[in-house]
Structures are given as structure tokens and as C-alpha cells.
């Protein structure tokens, strides 16, 4: 596992944090729970939605270790086909970061901690945008020279998931105390993860 760690260029391995963290930052379906339940709850409810979010971010990065090495198993010229696939996903994002309206609403909020946890794993799970940008985004930084395609997806999820759970904590926590702020910045965050998200797509396809 080291020789792979280290096998990372470390550009690629920057890369892949700052896109992580642009991913993060960007109003989607987590964002706005966890903002809801923190707003209507306050930190600590704010904090047990992101911990559930991180949970189905979890499940979803192991079913993309073991999904996409099968698929690459059985058909090696399929990793071609993901990366144009995961361009054309984050182009769909770019346009649809750009039209959002940013609105942030508390109707989904949870009332306790448990629910929180519960909430936020199942809006993550059964949010095939997730699935579909974890599949998509992660073995774009893979390469098939330095080591097994799983074990670097499990790596590169492990590190998505780090700097993703702190930010994901830190707005948890925040949401309560900074609700109105938050809803004057979400429509910037939209325009500036479309236009990013689009750059990230120009560049997989170029190179």
C-alpha cells in the first residue's frame, strides 16, 4: 500500500484535494441538509448530520473501489470510457451549480441527534448524484502503472473523506450561527464551482 501512496504524483494528488474540497463547498443536497439542520437545530444537531452525510460517503467510495476495478478487470478499455464519462458528469454539474438558485430551506431538518445521523445517511445513500459523482470524479486520479485500481480508489476516498469531513463539520457547526450569511454566499459558491467544475472537465478530456 506505501508503494502506492507514494506512487501518487503529488500535482495530481493537489489536484484531487482542491477538487475535493470544491465539491464540498458546493450547494447540493448535503450541503443544504446539513445547513437546515443546523440552522433549525443548532450545532450540535448540525454536527450529527454531517457525521451521517460522511457515513453514506463511506459506503458509496467502497462500492466504487470494488465497482470500477471490476469493470476494468473484465473490460480494460473501459477506462477511457469513464474518464470521458466523469467529464460529461461534471460538465452536467458546472450547468447546474450555475442555474441553482442557492435557496436554503429547514423544512427537511432533523429534530434529534439520531435522526440527524439517520437523515443525513440516507440523503446521502439514496442520492444518485453522489454515487454517480464518486464513481465519476475519484479513478480520474487513478493511474494503472503505480498499483492496484481499488486499493488507489480507497486511498484517494480516504483522503476526499478527511478533508470532507472537516468542512462538512464545520458547517454543521456554523450553520446556526451563520444562517444569514450563508444564504447571501450560496449563489456565489454556485457560480464559481460551475465555472471550476467546468475547467476540471476541459482538462480530462485534453489530457
Do not use: E
Not at 450529527?48 to 470494488?66: D, M, P, R, S
Not at 469493470?71 to 442555474?99: D, E, F, N, V
Not at 450560496?186 to 467546468?198: C, D, E, H, R, W
Request: positive net charge; charged residues 10%; proline residues 4%.
Amino acid at each position: 500500500m506505501w508503494d502506492v501512496i507514494t506512487g501518487f504524483d503529488p500535482a495530481v494528488l493537489s489536484a484531487f484535494i482542491a477538487a475535493g474540497l470544491l465539491l464540498n463547498i458546493t450547494p447540493g443536497a448535503d450541503f443544504l441538509f446539513i445547513t437546515a439542520c443546523g440552522i433549525s437545530g443548532g450545532p450540535r444537531i448540525g454536527v450529527a448530520a454531517a457525521l451521517g452525510v460522511n457515513i453514506g460517503v463511506t459506503l458509496h467510495v467502497l462500492l466504487a473501489a470494488a465497482g470500477v476495478s471490476a469493470m476494468l478487470l473484465a473490460y480494460p478499455a473501459s477506462y477511457q470510457i469513464i474518464k470521458y464519462l466523469g467529464a460529461a458528469y461534471l460538465c452536467y454539474l458546472a450547468i447546474h451549480a450555475w442555474r441553482s438558485t442557492g435557496d436554503i430551506g429547514t423544512g427537511t431538518a432533523a429534530p434529534s441527534v439520531r435522526t440527524a445521523i439517520k437523515r443525513g445517511f440516507l440523503t446521502n445513500v439514496l442520492n444518485p448524484k453522489t454515487m454517480l459523482f464518486i464513481f465519476a470524479f475519484i479513478p480520474q486520479f487513478t493511474d494503472p502503472t503505480i498499483g492496484p485500481i481499488w486499493m488507489q480508489i480507497l486511498i484517494l476516498g480516504a483522503i476526499f473523506q478527511l478533508f470532507g469531513f472537516m468542512f462538512v463539520m464545520v458547517l454543521g457547526f456554523a450553520a446556526g450561527l451563520l444562517a444569514n450569511a450563508l444564504r447571501l454566499r450560496v449563489k456565489i459558491l454556485n457560480k464559481i464551482s460551475a465555472i471550476l467544475f467546468g475547467g476540471i472537465a476541459a482538462k480530462l478530456v485534453i489530457d
